[in-house]
């Protein structure tokens, strides 16, 4: 169990919430989360790369010149991977980067991490009903009153991000923004801060404990 500081729209600490996840040992614990970050990265991968071999390079049916007598290698095409214009040997070719993970390991990872960053929670009152009108100027003078220095990655963490909270955000460099549902161990380990709401952390709670 964690104890997290709740602060209000001033930056002053105004008491304090519980975060209580089931993580993994701590001998098992960078193993399973390493795993998920690199499923994470290997699954948003395109794999659409793709090179053309020497057959599938256009031109290079008539042999260059006559295989004796020229007193230069022999060829039997001007498309092999050794010409300018060839074929590529061994290039990429689309493929599945996905890698699988057992939905218990998976959340697992996320409860572990998150419960790693335990330190780094900024829980906050009132970003909703403070931030009356879109102003990204408003939302980063609160950053720094909750001790977040400038130019920090910042995950912000809402059940229910009002518009006035995600158009002052989306204009902030290194800041991104997302549902307390949608949770990826990535974004976590990846941010230096994470703010979050007192409602926000008992969503993740609900979600994600067991």
């Known amino acids: 169990m964690a104890n997290c500081v709740v602060r209000n729209w001033e930056g002053a600490e105004v008491g304090n919430v519980s975060l209580d996840l089931k993580v993994a040992k701590e001998e098992n614990a960078q193993h399973i989360v390493h795993r998920a970050v690199i499923r994470q990265l290997n699954n948003s991968r395109q794999g659409t790369a793709s090179t053309k071999t020497r057959?599938?390079?256009?031109?290079?049916?008539?042999?260059?010149?006559?295989?004796k007598g020229t007193?230069?290698?022999r060829a039997g095409s001007n498309r092999s991977p050794l010409w300018r214009g060839g074929g590529v040997i061994f290039g990429p070719k689309p493929r599945d980067f996905n890698v699988k993970m057992n939905r218990k390991e998976r959340r697992?990872?996320?409860?572990t991490a998150l419960q790693?960053?335990?330190a780094d929670v900024v829980v906050t009152e009132g970003l909703g009903e403070n931030l009356t009108t879109p102003k990204?100027?408003?939302?980063?003078?609160?950053?720094?009153?909750?001790?977040?220095?400038?130019?920090?990655?910042v995950l912000v963490v809402l059940d229910d991000a009002p518009e006035n909270v995600v158009l002052s955000a989306r204009n902030i460099e290194r800041v991104k923004l997302i549902r307390a549902?949608?949770?990826?161990?990535f974004d976590l380990l990846h941010a230096d801060a994470i703010v979050t709401t007192a409602s926000s952390l008992e969503k993740i709670q609900e979600v994600y404990g067991e």
């Open 55 to 67: 057959a599938e390079v256009r031109g290079g049916g008539r042999k260059p010149w006559r295989q």
């Open 71 to 73: 007193g230069r290698a």
């Open 108 to 111: 697992l990872a996320l409860r």
């Open 116 to 118: 790693s960053r335990a």
């Open 136 to 153: 990204t100027k408003d939302l980063v003078a609160a950053f720094t009153r909750w001790g977040i220095e400038v130019g920090s990655k």
């Open 181 to 185: 549902d949608q949770l990826n161990v």
